[in-house]
């Protein structure tokens, strides 16, 4: 039987016929329907069934919406229902690559700080995550060291420093493990050779300097500081760093022009005004040094060490009002802050309120066992209030302690040392 002809009317019709079918069969019908009335069905379905099965009335009263009128009563009524929290199973979870490496790049060492666990379970996985190896080990290596396991973090070092022996930053890791063990050659030779492969490595340079501090080698923790400021003029820490470490040195002029450095960098410093307020009083000059500590009280208010220091400084001047006040302050701002009940025990005792200067000193004792200018100043201000017996057990402790106390008190060198306790 011979087939009928299609009009160009048919086929038309045919092929809009067919298209609609993909479309539902896509999804891309849905496009057509009204957004307001697809959620509001949406959410009718969803009422229904939430009915169905607990046999209470729907929350949702969607039978009067209208497709113009849905979004205005949707947000009313969803402003009226709770929104219920995500369960945790539905929550991203962190891979070991995540809790090990953090922040960290294949750059660098550093970043957020690292999980033990998380970086053992990654090692274990080995391609799995595609992290580099000396990366790992090294971030694994931190995690120990920062847990106190500087000898297990050696090792990690070690077996990073073997994958990739011309990164820097794995020495320098590895010098801060032996110099937590106060291993300090270990430490030196590392920072060493970190910076024969950068000699450009600000933080070696400042890490080597304080491990020659420790050892004593103030000169040459002064160099490695001083190298560090020629590579960065404008590192304020570095310049700070320097001015205690001439002021440890009794150069008091080199120390107070790099405090000054210090203040032209960061006028807010703290440390910078405080630091050089400590020198003035060692050299005397007092009105200078409150000066200095007004500037870093007016910085920070609540600064304890700053009132302590100024408070030093009145007493210095004879304004005993002012030095007690100050005293009291800091005090107040620290409860276990020992100078500050030291000296005010001081100040107390010049006044000849002998037991007042037992009580601050006996209370800067419970603090600091062990610092021999309160338990032979306690001593002397039990002498003064007639108790000889607890006054000798006094001197004779403090001399134990510290073998000559007394002539350094009466030359000055215990008032400085007292002083420079109030450093920030």
């Known amino acids: ?152 973090a050696i090792a990690d070092f070690d077996r990073a420093i073997r994958l990739e022996p011309r990164r820097a930053d794995l020495y320098v890791a590895r010098g801060l493990a032996y110099r937590d063990l106060a291993e300090y050659d270990g430490a030196l030779r590392n920072f060493g050779l970190a910076l024969k492969l950068d000699p450009r490595h600000v933080a070696a340079l400042h890490h080597r300097a304080a491990v020659y501090r420790s050892k004593g080698q103030l000169a040459n923790a002064v160099a490695d500081v001083s190298q560090a400021i020629k590579i960065n003029p404008r590192d304020l820490n570095a310049y700070l760093e320097r001015a205690v470490l001439y002021r440890e040195m009794q150069d008091d002029v080199k120390a107070i022009a790099d405090f000054a450095q210090a203040i032209r960098l960061d006028s807010h410093s703290i440390e910078a005004h405080h630091g050089r307020a400590l020198i003035h009083i060692a050299l005397r000059d007092h009105d200078r040094a409150i000066q200095d500590l007004d500037r870093a009280i007016n910085i920070r208010p609540d600064h304890a060490p700053s009132f302590n220091v100024r408070g030093l400084a009145y007493a210095a001047k004879g304004e005993t009002r002012r030095a007690l006040q100050d005293f009291d302050y800091a005090i107040a701002m620290d409860e276990t802050f020992a100078e500050a009940y030291r000296n005010r025990g001081a100040l107390h005792h010049g006044n000849g309120s002998h037991r007042r200067a037992v009580e601050d000193y006996s209370r800067a004792i419970e603090l600091a066992p062990n610092d021999a200018y309160s338990i032979y100043s306690r001593g002397l201000a039990l002498q003064a209030a007639g108790d000889e017996e607890a006054a000798d057990a006094d001197i004779a402790r403090a001399n134990a302690l510290e073998p000559g106390i007394a002539p350094r008190l009466r030359s000055g060198t215990g008032r400085r040392a007292q002083a420079d306790s109030g450093a920030p």
């Not at 959410?43 to 009335?57: D, F, I, P, S, V």
């Not at 070991?96 to 998380?118: F, H, I, N, Q, Y």
């Open 1 to 152: 039987m011979p087939r009928a002809r299609q009009t160009p009317e048919c086929r038309s019709a045919m092929a809009a016929g067919a298209t609609n079918a993909r479309r539902r069969a896509s999804g891309r019908w849905r496009r057509r329907i009204p957004g307001g009335a697809l959620l509001a069905a949406v959410l009718l379905m969803a009422a229904t069934e939430a009915h169905a099965q607990n046999g209470k009335r729907s929350t949702f009263v969607l039978q009067s919406m209208q497709p113009h009128s849905t979004h205005s009563a949707l947000r009313n009524e969803l402003a009226r229902t709770p929104v219920q929290p995500v369960p945790k199973s539905f929550a991203p979870q962190a891979t070991p690559k995540d809790r090990c490496l953090g922040a960290a790049t294949a750059g660098s060492a550093g970043g957020s700080e690292p999980s033990v666990e998380a970086c053992t379970a990654l090692i274990e996985a080995g391609k799995r995550y595609s992290a580099p190896p000396a990366l790992v080990y090294s971030r694994r290596g931190e995690a120990y060291r920062l847990r106190g396991e500087a000898e297990t």
